[in-house]
């Protein structure tokens, strides 16, 4: 079956402490994306990737990392996690960007 | 600034009568736009896209979109609304000449009984 995999579904974990929400595709998809979705805001992305060792800012940047080291995988990080981090994250890949996204569930976010 | 709108938060239709959910964007060159459609504790699902060609883009659950660009804009409708298209809605659009993807704010969508 077709799916972006995110883990973990929930998270609620302190200030500064380093946490990493992983993202994995079996569709060869060469386009992944993160968002994160907050009330009144919509969607807002973070990171793209169009390729291996390819990633590029999105319009909220700040306070995350990404790495993109196997086709698969797109693994967010969040190296000093602080309380307005608190969201609704999504992963998602498409074959290229012009192309629909599949969406993972969700992974939320709670930062203390 | 790149930019897209929903401006309506909140839309209200009842059970059998038509819907509309609009969406207008705001990107130089010409935009590739796509629906979404997001269900409770769930991800956003794929519902149409319009790249080039015909003005009218028929998706998924009996959904549709017309693409006005003179307007700027890609409303969503369905002729027949039904209780379970009650969800949010999302309308993206792929940044010409860039790879991001700007996506509005949503529209609730409630079918009402």
């Known amino acids: 079956e077709a799916q972006v995999t995110q883990n973990p579904r929930y998270l609620i974990t302190v200030t500064g402490k380093k946490l990493t929400v992983t993202c994995s595709q079996n569709?060869?998809?060469?386009?992944m994306s993160w968002y994160r979705q907050d009330p009144g805001l919509g969607l807002r992305q973070i990171y793209y990737?169009?390729?291996?060792?390819?990633?590029d800012k999105g319009d909220v940047p700040e306070g995350y990392k990404v790495s993109r080291k196997e086709k698969r995988n797109f693994p967010l990080i969040l190296e000093s996690p602080s309380p307005n981090q608190t969201s609704l994250y999504f992963c998602?890949?498409?074959?290229?960007?012009?192309?629909?996204?599949?969406f993972g569930d969700g992974t939320r976010l709670s930062i203390l | 600034a790149q930019s897209v709108a929903q401006p309506e938060d909140q839309v209200n239709v009842a059970e059998g009568n038509p819907l509309t959910v609009k969406c207008t964007y705001s990107?130089?060159?010409?935009?590739?736009l796509f629906w979404y459609v997001q269900y409770p504790n769930r991800g956003l699902q794929f519902l149409l896209k319009?790249?080039?060609?015909?003005?009218l883009v028929k998706g998924s659950y009996g959904f549709e979109a017309e693409f006005n660009k003179s307007q700027t804009s890609f409303h969503l409708k369905k002729p027949s609304a039904l209780v379970s298209d009650s969800a949010l809605y999302f309308c993206?659009?792929?940044?010409?000449?860039?790879?991001?993807?700007?996506f509005g704010k949503g529209t609730r969508l409630h079918i009402l009984p």
């Open positions: 990737s169009m390729n291996v060792e390819v990633t």
């Open positions: 319009y790249i080039t060609g015909d003005n």
């Open positions: 990107v130089s060159g010409n935009p590739y």
């Open positions: 993206a659009v792929r940044v010409p000449g860039d790879d991001k993807i700007i």
């Open positions: 569709m060869n998809h060469e386009y």
């Open positions: 998602a890949s498409s074959l290229v960007p012009n192309q629909p996204q599949h």
